[in-house]
């Protein structure tokens, strides 16, 4: 299994990114959950967004409104929109995946909001 993130960079607050996991060896419409994290720089890993196999979708209370966790199932990519970009929203992102009984990441993409 290898995930591998797209689509970081320098956005000014109130922009907008998109991020996009693409995976191989392994189909993402059949694992259990997907998600992003992120971790800022002195901080823990957090959960930012998940969606189930199923497509029920889970955010953590910093984002919600602002951004949405989709997959392309024809792409077999896990993909996050996400608006209104605060300062706070600054970190490296990871994608991720649970298979074969143990989570997967990907390399992780810089995200920068600036004030």
């Known amino acids: 299994v290898q995930l591998q993130a797209f689509g970081g960079g320098v956005v000014q607050a109130g922009g907008s990114l998109r991020l996009s996991c693409a995976a191989s060896g392994t189909n993402l419409r059949a694992n259990s959950i997907s998600a992003w994290y992120r971790q800022a720089p002195g901080k823990q890993r957090e959960l930012v967004a998940r969606?189930?196999?199923?497509?029920?979708?889970d955010y953590a209370d910093s984002v919600k409104g602002r951004f949405t966790i989709s997959r392309n199932n024809a792409k077999n990519t896990v993909d996050l929109e996400m608006n209104s970009l605060k300062p706070d929203d600054t970190a490296v992102y990871y994608c991720?995946?649970?298979?074969?009984?143990?989570?997967?990441w990907g390399q992780g993409t810089q995200v920068t909001v600036s004030s």
């Open positions: 969606i189930t196999a199923g497509g029920m979708t």
């Open positions: 991720n995946t649970f298979k074969y009984g143990r989570d997967w």
